[in-house]
Nanobody, 127 residues
Framework: QLHLVESGGGLVQPGGSLRLSCTAS????????IGWFRQAPGKEREGVSC????????NYADSVKGRFTISKDNAKSAVYLQMSSLKPEDTAVYYC????????????????????WGRGTQVTVSS
C-alpha cells in the first residue's frame, strides 16, 4: 500500500494561509492521482481537491474553489495544498491519499485499493 505523510497544519486566523504537504517515502508519485480530504469534528470525511498523476488535471470542491490550490512535484514525491482566505469552517483534519482518479466531482473521489489513510494534519482556523 502507498503510505503518504501529511504535514503543515496549524492554527491560523480567519483570512490567513497555510500550505499543506503530502510526501511519499520510498516511491515516486508519477503514476498516481492524489486527493486531499478533510474531516471536521462530528462530520464525515469529504473530498477537498485532487490532482492527476501528471499534474495536468486538478479539481476542487465548490467550498474551496478559488481559495485552495493543489500542486504536485513528482521529482520530490510531494503534493501540496496551498490554502488561502481560510475560514473557520475549514477547520478539520486534512488527509491525502492515492485516489482511483481525479474526479471532476470531488465529492465522488475515492481512495484507491492500494491507498491508505495516514494520521492527517490538523488545521484550525480561529481568532
Amino acid at each position: 500500500q502507498l503510505h503518504l505523510v501529511e504535514s503543515g497544519g496549524g492554527l491560523v486566523q480567519p483570512g490567513g494561509s497555510l500550505r499543506l504537504s503530502c510526501t511519499a517515502s520510498g516511491f515516486t508519485l508519477d503514476y498516481y492521482a492524489i486527493g486531499w480530504f478533510r474531516q471536521a469534528p462530528g462530520k464525515e470525511r469529504e473530498g477537498v481537491s485532487c490532482i492527476s498523476s501528471s499534474g495536468g488535471t486538478t479539481n476542487y470542491a465548490d467550498s474551496v474553489k478559488g481559495r485552495f490550490t493543489i500542486s504536485k512535484d513528482n521529482a520530490k514525491s510531494a503534493v501540496y495544498l496551498q490554502m488561502s482566505s481560510l475560514k473557520p469552517e475549514d477547520t478539520a483534519v486534512y488527509y491525502c491519499a492515492q485516489v482511483t482518479y481525479c474526479a471532476t466531482v470531488v465529492a465522488r473521489m475515492k481512495m484507491a485499493d492500494t491507498g491508505s489513510w495516514g494520521r492527517g494534519t490538523q488545521v484550525t482556523v480561529s481568532s
